[in-house]
């Protein structure tokens, strides 16, 4: 199929089950996808910067369709999810100006390639300590056991240091009753604008920065950063969307094949997430970025398509 907005040949079947890959794991872990999505797209010949917004427009929809679902389950902190989108929505814009420089320079591929690999890859090896450390513990085996009501009991090797900075007396404090945490509105936004630069510069709605830091830097329990992650997405990557189609980054017609799988594999996910402990949604969570590198690297590598 012919997308005249980029001058890309792709086939709808690939799209809609990319789509749908991508939406069973963003109910699931509370990501947009873009580790999966924009190496997906890239690998059929997509420029970088088509992918990174194309990405984004699907996202939106998709996270509607999951945070609907996790919202029933009691998965969603909103008034989280609004402050963290005032951080996001800024640092989404930056990296979206430092897509167009790259343009300009002519080496947008390369470089977002370079980045994406050294960002996943990084996720990827600390998740992947952490819950494997926390699940050995006989607090993480007591986790792996926990009943949907004592989620809030969501146990991390790398507690002290979350312990540490919730203690960080900087006002104003927030306090998030439905997290059952109280914090530093400053540590919020910090958290939300860099999760708001990745996903300006990566695309979609850079979860795979976001739900980690939720739980290891903010202290959310990992089923509630799955949930408020997606309802925060909703919000930075609509804005995220929008600047990106004002600079021509965004072919919709790809979006929306990519969103008819994508709306039902994220109900699918969100479902999910409802026979699982915190540390083990983590370490399942620990390859996905990885696929991801391996995409870029090949393509990078190769210098050509699938």
């Known amino acids: 199929m012919f997308f005249p907005i980029s001058g890309a040949h792709i086939s709808p079947i690939y799209l809609g089950i990319v789509g749908f890959v991508i939406g069973v794991l963003g109910g699931f ?33 998709k996270s509607v369709v999951a945070v609907r679902q996790h919202r029933a389950f009691g998965n969603v902190d909103l008034k989280l999810g609004f402050i963290m989108a005032i951080g996001t ?13 790259l343009k300009r320079a002519g080496n947008v591929n390369f470089v977002v390639s370079v980045v994406s690999i050294a960002v996943y890859i990084s996720i990827s090896s600390f998740m992947i300590w952490e819950s ?40 104003p404090m927030i306090h998030l009753p439905v997290s059952g945490v109280t914090i530093s509105l400053w540590v919020i936004v910090a958290v939300s604008f860099v999760g708001g630069v990745f996903s300006g510069f990566l695309g979609g709605g850079a979860g795979y920065i ?11 329990p990992t089923h509630l950063a799955v949930g408020t992650d997606l309802f925060e997405i909703i919000i930075s990557a609509s804005y995220g969307t929008f600047s990106h189609a004002v ?10 094949v990519m969103h008819t ?43 050509h398509k699938l």
């Not at 990501?31 to 010949?45: D, Q, T």
């Not at 929505?89 to 420089?101: K, S, Y």
């Not at 600079?247 to 929306?256: C, Q, S, T």
């Open 29 to 61: 872990f509370g990501v947009g996808g873009s580790f999966i999505a924009g190496p997906a797209l890239r690998i059929v010949g997509l420029d970088w910067n088509y992918a990174v917004g194309t990405d984004l427009a699907h996202i939106v929809g």
């Open 89 to 101: 929505i800024i640092g989404a814009e930056i990296g979206a100006q430092l897509i167009q420089m």
């Open 132 to 171: 494997y450390k926390t699940l050995r513990s006989k607090k993480g085996r007591t986790a792996a056991a926990t009943s949907a009501a004592g989620r809030k009991h969501d146990p991390s090797s790398f507690g002290h240091v979350t312990r540490s900075i919730q203690g960080w007396k900087i006002p």
């Open 210 to 220: 976001r739900m980690p830091s939720m739980v290891y830097v903010l202290g959310i």
């Open 247 to 256: 600079k021509g980054n965004v072919d919709i017609l790809i979006a929306l």
């Open 261 to 303: 799988g994508a709306a039902i594999g994220a109900q699918i996910g969100a479902i999910g997430t409802q026979y699982f402990a915190g540390p083990k949604i983590r370490l399942a969570f620990v390859p996905l970025p990885l696929i991801g590198a391996a995409i870029v690297i090949y393509t990078l590598m190769t210098g």
